[in-house]
């Protein structure tokens, strides 16, 4: 057990929402900014393994909650976008 955001956790899934949190959000930074954004496939699988227990297309959207509707890709897309989809992020936006 560890402690995340003043209560106790799994350590294993707070490794997860760590994961989770570096890889989409690190996603986010790169391509808001225009970089490119490479990460490593262990972030990426732990991240997905975290998010696939919350992604649904039917998801609720808003700033009041925490994932948006997922958005499908095919099986074959790199993982890194099969990650961020997952999240609700489109891997195709680009900044305007």
Same mark, same amino acid.
């Given at each position: ?10 350590a ?27 990460? #490593?496939? #262990? ?41 961020? +989809?997952? +999240? ?9």
């Amino acid at each position: 057990m560890t402690r995340i955001a003043g209560g106790d956790a799994p350590a294993a899934m707070v490794g997860l929402i760590v994961a989770d949190e570096l890889a989409v959000h690190g996603w986010d930074a790169a391509r808001a900014t225009g970089q490119p954004y490479a990460c #490593e496939p #262990e972030l990426l699988d732990a991240a997905r393994s975290f998010l696939i227990q919350f992604a649904s297309p039917d998801a609720p959207a808003g700033p009041d909650v925490a994932f948006g509707p997922s958005r499908a890709l095919p099986g074959d897309a790199p993982l890194v976008d099969r990650v961020v +989809a997952l +999240a609700g992020r489109d891997p195709g936006w680009q900044p305007s």
